[in-house]
Nanobody, 115 residues
Framework: QVQLVESGGGLVRPGGSLRLSCAAS????????MDWYRQAPGKQRELIAT???????MYANSVKGRFTISRDNAKKVVDLQMNSLRPEDTAVYYC?????????WGQGTQVTVSS
């Protein structure tokens, strides 16, 4: 059974940093692209970062230059390093994989950026 479990969210002041982690299990992790999405209150869920099986990365313009996605295939973990956080980064952050024609999600982790 595929499982994605996020951790690392919390409350941080503007300009601060957080590192999110997503632990994956139940499938061949190294073979699949992994994504981070976020959903702010009253807004649609948006894709913010992708890392392919080969390690290529892509970012939404809203986070480019501030966030870094990485993966450790041996540990089956995908991380999101978030720097220079802004109040508008406040959202629930989700790990995602498109596996066997299905969108699979973790439970999400709350990130709140506030002074």
């Amino acid at each position: 059974q595929v499982q994605l479990v996020e951790s690392g969210g919390g409350l941080v002041r503007p300009g601060g940093s957080l590192r999110l982690s997503c632990a994956a299990s139940g499938y061949i992790f190294s073979a699949y692209s992994m994504d981070w999405y976020r959903q702010a209150p009253g807004k649609q869920r948006e894709l913010i970062a992708t890392i392919t099986s080969g390690g290529s990365t892509m970012y939404a313009n809203s986070v480019k230059g501030r966030f870094t996605i990485s993966r450790d295939n041996a540990k089956k973990v995908v991380d999101l390093q978030m720097n220079s956080l802004r109040p508008e980064d406040t959202a629930v952050y989700y790990c995602h994989v498109f596996y066997t024609s299905r969108d699979l999600w973790g439970q999400g982790t709350q990130v709140t950026v506030s002074s």
